[in-house]
């Protein structure tokens, strides 16, 4: 080759838009790979939904229990969302139930005894929460205490605190109106439409946003058609639910009215939308994942590791006060077992049978309101059928350990084939 001649490197050739047959290849590849997702959690609804149905007919499928399941899940389902950042790096944090317990203790404290206003009052029970998730951050990051054992002392030392506030069989009564409302009134039925119709507008553009910028970064991008379709199926979903619970429930009309979408569910879809964005948009939340993954590597990479570990307990910790309101909201007080009984347990379970790793590195904030559904479904499924609380807990841990294999089965195939 003469020193004249010139050499140019072939152009990429842009990437087409991949047919539907392409995306479920793709799909039943990752599957096969390891990476199953929310489906084992998807399908579990499904099913659970079928069989409940089948055996309990309307009693199951009214709109009063539908309004009911939401009510039920919703505590759960925050607790878990806090859980899952913990999970994530591979820890547990044991003490979540109580420590919402004892911040909705707190909460309620501040507006009795200090006669603080509603808003300031649930911002010192963020404040507890977050100072607990720093102690315990501390310990685990710092110290280097098993996060099993820290939690654990925090579990049974949150738990009497929680007594002392309360008395033996002593309650800390809710009574301000605002906190009363998230989980016993309902919006409007203009506001829950509404506020439907945004969601799924939301959805929408945001799903065409992410094809946009795949498909300017070169990246595999399926046909639009699949992008309709993803947009049908949730908004036919979510139209349906707020017609479901925009229905007439209450028992006797003549005494009082009782329809509409719920308050709560502003709220966690509030909070899912929030922790989302951090986890999957934010550096913070890409560093959570690599020390997660692996978190030698990640000090090596310059990721301050014990920073990440203390802020994802604070984060637990602040959502646990949130769930620990939701569960007094409901009960219109606190008492000594507020945030205990099976209240972790639930919160965990749902995680895990959500699709959070057990393992770290792998999960999303969706998980912890995925599992909730299922867990709540069981619940509530099994009381209608007038089954007792030892076979509820026997078929709720059955499900959990089966979670818990097809994440252990699901990261061995990852590393077979090479995804991890």
Known sequence: MSATETTTEPAVAPRGPQSLGAVFEDYRARIRGGDVGALPALAGVIVLVLVF????????????????????????????????????????????????????????????????????????????????????????????????????????????????????????????????????????????????????????????????????????????????????????????????????????????SLKGVPIVIVIVAGLLVVLTFLLTRTAWGRHVYAVGGNAEAARRAGINVARVKISCFMMCSMLASVGGVLLASRTNSVNPQTGGSDVLLFAVGSAVIGGTSLFGGRGRVLDGILGAVVITVIVNGMTLQGQSQGRVYMITGLVLLLAASVDAVSRRRAAASGRV
């Open 53 to 256: 149905t089948v055996l309990s007919g309307t009693q199951f499928t009214n709109a009063f229990n539908f309004a009911n399941l939401v009510l039920q899940g919703s505590a759960y389902a925050v607790f878990a969302m806090g859980l899952v950042f913990v999970l994530l790096l591979g820890e547990i944090d044991l003490s979540a139930g109580y420590t919402g317990g004892v911040g909705a203790a707190v909460v309620g404290k501040l507006i009795l005894d200090q006669n603080l206003n509603w808003v300031l009052a649930l911002i010192g029970g963020l404040l507890f929460g977050a100072l607990v998730g720093l102690v315990i951050g501390l310990l685990v990051s710092k110290l280097g205490v098993p996060s099993f054992v820290v939690t654990l002392a925090f579990f049974l030392a949150l738990q009497g605190v929680l007594l002392l506030m309360t008395g033996a069989g002593g309650t800390i009564p809710y009574r301000d109106s605002h906190l009363l409302a998230i989980m016993n009134k309902n919006m409007p039925l203009w506001l829950g439409w509404a506020f439907a119709g945004l969601t799924v507008i939301a959805y929408a553009a945001l799903g065409f946003s992410r094809r946009l910028q795949r498909q300017r970064a070169g990246l595999p991008t399926p046909t639009i058609l699949v992008w309709v379709l993803k947009s049908i199926a949730f908004a036919a979903v979510l139209i349906a639910a707020t017609a479901y619970l925009s229905k007439e429930r209450s028992r006797n009309v003549f005494l009082a």
